[in-house]
């Protein structure tokens, strides 16, 4: 498709499972971003990759917390030993090269919604 | 360190009445200014974006926005509002790139027949 994919949409997992993402960004975007939103609030950064490489990851909570991107184009976030509190919509966004001629515009998925009972 | 706060958490307007939602920010540099809308089931679409030069911008579906730098204010706009405008709206502040932009936490709106 033409868009940002993010698989699976929901995804229902027990405290201490470990969980994957994955993201599938607009072809050619060489930038993509992982955000969390949780209810009632606005997305929370927490890392963005250049290529293949993660240019910053500042906003990974805890080790629990990786990301991998190995090919420049899919991406993987990858949580272990879940806990209730990482339940929420984690959003993946790529953006094109930056400084080209639509820097700064976000493009997103429509979100994968985690639930850890 | 840079944030952005939305006042209003929720507003409701009649259909075809205009509105405002608020957008202030906290950032140490230049900054470069976002609003997004989060429509049920879909995902975040950037209705317009700030970066330089003229302080009111104008975006998809009818929206504007309006720098100010000595309030640092950044507010949405919309003279005539549609039944399909209801959703949730974030503002956002961050670097060009936007790669580690700092997001509000949202306005949502209604719209009354």
């Known amino acids: 498709g033409a868009g940002v994919s993010q698989t699976p949409s929901n995804k229902v997992t027990e405290k201490g499972k470990y969980v994957e993402l994955r993201c599938d960004p607009i072809s050619g975007h060489t930038a993509l971003y992982w955000y969390r939103q949780s209810l009632g609030q606005g997305p929370e950064f927490l890392i963005y990759f250049q290529g293949t490489g993660a240019a910053d990851d500042s906003g990974l909570p805890n080790d629990r917390f990786f990301a991998v991107r190995p090919e420049g184009s899919v991406s993987t976030l990858k949580i272990q030993r879940t806990e209730r509190g990482d339940s929420a919509v984690y959003l993946c966004?790529?953006?094109?090269?930056?400084?080209?001629?639509?820097?700064?515009?976000?493009?997103f998925g429509e979100g994968s919604r985690l639930t850890v009972l | 360190a840079q944030s952005v706060t939305q006042p209003d958490i929720h507003i409701t307007v009649s259909e075809g009445a205009s509105l405002e939602l608020r957008c202030n920010y906290s950032y140490g540099a230049t900054p470069y200014l976002f609003w997004y809308v989060q429509s049920p089931g879909q995902g975040l679409q950037l209705l317009l974006k700030y970066f330089s030069g003229d302080t009111l911008v104008q975006g998809i579906k009818g929206f504007e926005a309006e720098f100010k730098r000595s309030q640092s204010s950044f507010n949405l706009r919309k003279p005539s509002v549609h039944w399909s405008d209801a959703a949730e709206y974030f503002c956002a502040v961050g670097a060009r790139d936007a790669g580690k932009s700092t997001f509000g936490d949202g306005t949502t709106l209604t719209v009354k027949p």
């Open positions: 966004a790529s953006s094109p090269e930056r400084g080209g001629p639509r820097p700064g515009e976000l493009f």
